[in-house]
């Protein structure tokens, strides 16, 4: 088992602070590929930088786009329900660019808070 540390903007932290974000995105980047079930993350908050968060890894999806990943999970488990397609990939594209996406591919990280 390893300890990953990852940043987190403040929505999404307390998302999961709450238990109703259960599926974390990223990209699939070299850091994120050494990711496995039974893992532990430390979630930062951003930019604060004052508060962590804990949970366990209970699986690891690779998707080679965002929208694949979207068409294949609930946006519940994001703590998104009733958004649209667009607005999910809105908003993951303020985060990462669709160059970045076509680089590095997607990763659905599905967790336990600790």
Request: glycine share 6%; hydrophobic share 40%; net charge negative.
């Amino acid at each position: 088992m390893n300890l990953h540390t990852m940043g987190l903007f403040k929505e999404p932290f307390i998302s999961i602070k709450e238990g109703r974000k259960t599926v974390e995105v990223r990209l699939n980047d070299e850091k994120r590929r050494k990711v496995n079930v039974g893992d532990l993350i430390e979630f930062i908050l951003v930019p604060e930088d004052n508060e962590t968060l804990k949970v366990e890894v209970l699986g690891v999806t690779v998707f080679a786009t965002f929208q694949e990943m979207y068409e294949s999970i609930p946006f519940e488990k994001f703590n998104c329900e009733g958004w649209t397609m667009d607005e999910m990939l809105n908003g993951t594209y303020e985060i990462y660019s669709k160059e970045q996406e076509e680089h590095w591919g997607t990763l659905a990280i599905t967790i336990k808070k600790l």
